[in-house]
């Protein structure tokens, strides 16, 4: 069965940094495409990052030179680098791959002063 376990999440103020990890259940690399999504209150599921099998990444537009994803085959862990977070930035924040349908615990961000 797989399984994605997110962690690393917390509270920060504004312009400050998070990293956050989330470990497989199974071999990463079995996957082409692996993502990190977020929701906040109120709101969707967003897709937020992809990463492919040969490292090539994506991001929605409103993370674009602030957030980077990452993946470690070797470890089975992909991790999103979160820099000048913003307020807008909070949200319970999962990983899976893309499309997928293994929706762990995720991880709560919140970004406030």
């Known amino acids: 069965q797989v399984q994605f376990v997110e962690s690393g999440g917390g509270l920060v103020q504004p312009g400050g940094s998070l990293r956050l990890s989330c470990v497989s259940s199974v071999k990463i690399f079995v996957f082409n495409t692996l993502a990190w999504y977020r929701q906040a209150p109120g709101r969707q599921r967003e897709l937020v990052a992809t990463?492919?099998?040969?490292?090539?990444?994506e991001y929605t537009d409103s993370v674009k030179g602030r957030f980077t994803i990452s993946r470690d085959n070797s470890k089975n862990m992909i991790s999103l680098q979160m820099n000048d977070l913003e307020p807008e930035d909070t949200a319970v924040y999962y990983c899976?791959?893309?499309?997928?349908?293994?929706w762990g615990q995720g991880t709560q961000v919140t970004v406030s002063s």
């Open positions: 990463i492919t099998s040969s490292s090539n990444t």
């Open positions: 899976n791959m893309k499309n997928g349908p293994w």
